[in-house]
Nanobody, 124 residues
Framework: QFQLVESGGGLVQPGGSLRLSCASR????????ITWFHQAPGKEREGVSC??????STNYADSVKGRFTISRDNKTVYLQMNSLKPEDTGDYYC???????????????????WGRGTQVTVSS
């Protein structure tokens, strides 16, 4: 059975950095595109970054451009988060799908695979 597993969350001060990982269990990650979602407390899940199967193309939400970088190898997708802000606080999920386009805001139900999330808290 194919599974996604997130890790790397934690508590960090504003301006700090974290690197999140999304690992696959079951099949190599290069079979699907991966999108990272952010769910702030009390809000809906929003896509913040994605990467295609090949890793050649990436996409970012305006709120994270210039601060977050997505990358991948065959088994893991990484989200390097720099210059973190308190509004980046929340749960982060990775999801698998055939496409990579966070601006399209596809319904979360359209994504085939989900991890259980990792929590990020940005606070002084």
């Amino acid at each position: 059975q194919f599974q996604l597993v997130e890790s790397g969350g934690g508590l960090v001060q504003p301006g700090g950095s974290l690197r999140l990982s999304c690992a696959s269990r079951g099949i190599p990650l290069n079979y699907i595109a991966i999108t990272w979602f952010h769910q702030a407390p009390g809000k809906e899940r929003e896509g913040v970054s994605c990467i295609t199967r090949s890793g050649e193309s990436t996409n970012y939400a305006d709120s994270v451009k210039g601060r977050f970088t997505i990358s991948r190898d065959n088994k893991t997708v990484y989200l390097q988060m720099n210059s973190l802000k308190p509004e980046d606080t929340g749960d982060y999920y990775c999801a698998g799908s055939p496409w990579c386009d966070v601006s399209a805001a596809y319904p979360v139900t359209w994504y085939d695979y989900w991890g259980r999330g990792t929590q990020v808290t940005v606070s002084s």
